[in-house]
């Protein structure tokens, strides 16, 4: 079989890919290693940056989005009792959509059936082969027999646990990486969100969030210690210590209901460069994985696609490769920037067993002073809605 873009990976990043590329008339074929049903059971953060949203209209995706979508126009941080509200649109004149990576998925997937793009799933053993040559190709294994895919490019769109960046030469590749001594234990359940916008808790027992997906399905998480185990953890010991996580007024308020979904993640900042090598191009957690206190990690994997999409756009249609050329240089540097703020805020927000009490006041200044300062909030503001492209 032959394409001219090969993508590993039907998550966010390679359906998006697919899409914004089939509708320029460039074909593709994603290999996709688990099946439609599994890839939509994941539940991920649902906060988007506008530059996403505009993507998602743009691929012909945002007609959902637009109708179950919310606008979020601030969000709340607290340190112990104290509730501080940044406001985006009078920060920085932005704002974000509240809308669950898992319905953009879905979305994708719709629009993807629509105009026939070509997805395979359940392939195994995927391997990327004359990444340096004018011959590129995947061999994957699928119904007991082994597969080649010819291609012109290969996106590596398979997540951190991919094969993609794997295939680049440890002599090329750097990877960076900072590993954070707790988790999030994460619920949802089918209760009123706590409040309209979501709140970001500094507290001496640890973080907590309070999310939403709409009016009857809220997400919550709190800070816990990698040790822990999910089933260590009932539903009625989850909101007691949601609870005593955040200002007392506000708690006063939570609605609790039983859990539909619990689950607990590490938290890291990881980036590989560069991303790309020969006709490989990463996209997405495949290269690079923040810790989700900033809400960064879908739109990350939005602004690669963006600067993926439109270099190879201007290849196939005006023979100009000087967008593909600059593509890891453009994508790192935003790339860095998400990552810096993903551990400033995450760093802000979370208690750190090796803190001292000089920490500590680090962390309450920094918040009083995002509290009273225009400057502190429009750099908070700009950073949470998203860099331009
Ligand atoms: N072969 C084929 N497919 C693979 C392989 C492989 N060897 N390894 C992984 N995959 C698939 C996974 O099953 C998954 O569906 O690649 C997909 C990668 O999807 P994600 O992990 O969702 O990564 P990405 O599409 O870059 O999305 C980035 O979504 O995952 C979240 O937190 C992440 O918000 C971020 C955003
Ligand atoms: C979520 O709704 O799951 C969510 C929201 C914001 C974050 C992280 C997760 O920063």
């Not at 012109?152 to 990877?175: L, M, N, Q, Y």
């Not at 039983?258 to 993640?265: D, L, M, T, V, Y």
């Not at 270099?311 to 240089?329: M, P, R, T, V």
Request: charged letters at 20%; proline letters at 5%.
């Amino acid at each position: 079989m032959r394409t001219q873009v090969a993508i590993i990976g039907g998550g966010p990043s390679g359906l998006l890919l697919s899409q914004l590329l089939n509708r320029a008339g460039i074909e593709t074929v994603v290999l996709e290693r688990q099946s439609r049903e599994h890839v939509l059971s994941r539940i991920r953060a649902g906060v988007l940056e506008r530059g996403t949203v505009d993507m998602l209209k743009r691929a012909g995706v945002g007609a959902r989005m637009a109708r179950e979508g919310q606008p979020h126009h601030g969000c709340f941080l607290t340190h112990d009792q104290q509730m501080i509200r940044i406001d985006f649109t009078e920060a920085c004149g932005a704002e974000v959509m509240v809308y669950g990576q898992t319905e953009v998925t879905r979305d994708l997937y719709a629009a993807q059936d629509e105009i026939g793009a070509k997805h395979i799933h359940g392939v195994a053993n995927v391997a990327l082969h004359d990444l340096d040559s004018a011959q590129p190709h995947v061999t994957y294994d699928l119904d007991g027999s082994t597969h080649r895919l010819d291609c012109d490019f290969i996106a590596g769109c398979d997540g951190f646990h991919g094969v993609s960046r794997k295939s680049i030469p440890d002599t090329v590749r750097r990877e960076y990486e900072k590993v954070y001594p707790f988790g999030w234990l994460g619920v949802l359940s089918e209760t009123p969100p706590l409040h309209e916008e979501l709140i970001y808790a500094n507290h001496p027992r640890g973080f907590a969030l309070a999310s939403m997906r709409n009016p009857m399905l809220s997400r919550y998480y709190i800070q816990v210690p990698l040790t822990d185990k999910v089933e260590d953890w009932s539903d009625a010991a989850f909101w007691s210590e949601f609870r005593a996580r955040i200002p007392d007024e506000t708690a006063a308020k939570l609605v609790t209901g039983p859990s539909i979904e619990k689950s607990i993640a590490p938290l890291r900042s990881f980036v590989s460069e560069p991303m790309r090598y020969g006709a490989l191009f990463l996209c997405g957690d495949a290269a690079h994985i923040v810790p989700p206190t900033g809400a960064k990690g879908l739109n990350l994997a939005a602004s690669d696609v963006h600067y993926l999409s439109e270099g190879l756009i201007a290849y196939y249609g005006d023979k100009d490769s000087a967008a593909l050329e600059a593509y890891s240089q453009k994508a790192l540097a935003r790339v860095w920037q998400a990552m810096r703020f993903s551990w400033s805020v995450t760093t802000m927000m979370h208690h750190f067993p090796e803190h001292s009490d000089f920490d500590r006041q680090m962390q309450r200044v920094e918040l009083m002073q995002l509290a009273t300062d225009p400057v502190a909030q429009r750099l908070f503001a700009t950073n949470y809605t998203g860099l331009p492209y």
